[in-house]
């Protein structure tokens, strides 16, 4: 699986958009990017994923540019509940052993 | 059940004592996972389940470690002689089968504490 680079913290103000780079130059043409994030003391949650088109759902956008080598996890209004390290995993499509490749993600911090 | 389920939440035993985790997977979900995530670190892939089986052992560490899932739902982690290293909070996951979508549902872990 190819290996991501993000920030190891960001900081974001409440109602503001919150804005995470994920760095994946090494991605290949198959491979699905993937977002998840972790609440203090909870398991990692799904977010979104995608491979060429930005993608949107109730929680989150993501914008992933043109040679794919990097995206942005897009939170449009956070509140204090986003407060959570997040995780972009990159990982080609497996219909049976979906295994996933975590890092260290990034501790995103919303400020009140 | 509603999401995935993991006991004891919380596990303090002694240097080389025996420990089972157990994991109640999502009702329906043919996919197992566990994982192992050590403070400020992401979680570590352990092993796999499709079913009955363990289709991917890869990520246990020795062979202090086993888990089973006999009737391919409930699943338990083993941990024989435990060690202050294996001190860590484990997390089961559980997922469709040929969704092909990797989305897996987590539940919140148990913390096992090696004295």
């Known amino acids: 699986d190819a290996k991501t680079t ?8 409440e109602g503001r958009a919150a804005n995470l780079p994920c760095n994946h130059s090494t991605i290949s043409g198959n491979e699905y ?8 003391s909870q398991g990692p949650q799904y977010i979104i994923h995608g491979l060429k088109n930005n993608e949107t759902n109730e929680m989150a956008s993501l ?5 794919r080598k990097s995206s942005t996890l897009i939170l449009p209004h ?8 997040y995780y972009c995993i990159v990982r080609p499509p497996n ?17 009140p | ?20 985790l157990r994991c109640d997977p999502i009702s329906g979900h043919t996919a ?54 294996d001190s860590a909070v484990y997390l089961c996951a559980s997922s469709s089968q ?3 979508a990797n989305v897996l549902t987590f539940g919140a872990g148990s913390r096992l504490t090696v004295l």
């Open chain 1, 33 to 40: 990017v993937y977002w998840y994030r972790q609440i203090h």
């Open chain 1, 63 to 67: 914008i992933i540019t043109e040679d």
């Open chain 1, 95 to 111: 219909f049976g052993n979906e295994k996933l490749t975590f890092g260290t993600g990034t501790r995103l911090t919303i400020i």
């Open chain 2, 98 to 100: 040929g969704s092909g």
């Open chain 2, 32 to 85: 197992l996972y566990w994982y192992r995530q050590s403070l400020g670190q992401g979680p570590e892939f352990l092993i796999y389940f499709q079913g009955t089986g363990a289709a991917d052992d890869s990520g246990l560490p020795n062979d202090r470690f086993f888990a089973v899932r006999p009737e391919g739902s409930v699943s338990t982690l083993k941990i024989q002689r435990t060690e202050r290293g």
């Open chain 1, 78 to 85: 956070a509140t204090l509940r986003d407060t959570a390290v």
């Open chain 2, 1 to 20: 059940g509603a999401g995935v389920s993991q006991t004891p939440s919380n596990k303090v035993t002694e240097k080389g004592k025996y420990v089972e």
């Open chain 1, 6 to 13: 993000q920030p190891t913290s960001m900081d974001c103000a």
